[in-house]
């Protein structure tokens, strides 16, 4: 049976962390890369020649995804039985895949904001292009900060 250290449900909460990071991760990605595909496929009407220049919001948003990936797949091997696996690694988890999914959403949310009024801007007026990269630079580090926290508590979970 299980003790009250490690109830049968404590691997619940590390599998939730687990697709938590992909989950919202994904979502964060998908947002990222419509919403700013979308302000590509608008400013290629008129400026063809920029569509490559352009495509940077599209890869840094595919980046958020990749994050999720990562730390879904570290917690998924971590995974263990009840009696190896306690309610503590479980939280553990839940919180790491939480972290990274979240703020990998809210990453991708504003990659996608600044990405579509970025390129728009940048095919009317050129020099916008570096202040967009820049912006879209400080949006990928929410992303990355929650990556980072994220595999602090992995390793937590993990000694």
């Not at 990405?115 to 202040?131: H, K, S």
């Given at each position: 049976m299980s003790s009250d250290a490690a109830p ?61 990936v990562v730390v879904g797949a570290l917690i ?84």
């Amino acid at each position: 049976m299980s003790s009250d250290a490690a109830p049968v449900y404590g691997p619940f909460f590390g599998v939730m962390g687990s697709a938590s990071a992909m989950i919202f991760s994904a979502l964060g990605a998908a947002y990222g890369t419509a919403k700013a595909g979308a302000g590509i496929a608008a400013m290629a009407v008129m400026r063809p020649e920029l569509i490559m220049k352009s495509i940077i919001p599209i890869v840094m948003a595919g980046i958020i995804g990749i994050y999720g990936v990562v730390v879904g797949a570290l917690i998924a091997t971590n995974l263990k039985t009840p009696p190896a696996y306690s309610l503590f690694h479980g939280f553990l988890h839940m919180g790491a895949g939480l972290s990274v999914g979240l703020s990998g959403l809210a990453a991708g949310f504003a990659i996608g904001v600044v990405g579509d009024a970025g390129v728009r801007g940048t095919a009317q007026q050129p020099r916008l292009f570096v202040g967009m990269v820049l912006i879209l630079i400080f949006a990928e580090v929410l992303g990355l900060y929650g990556l980072i926290v994220s595999l602090i508590l992995i390793g937590k979970a993990s000694s």
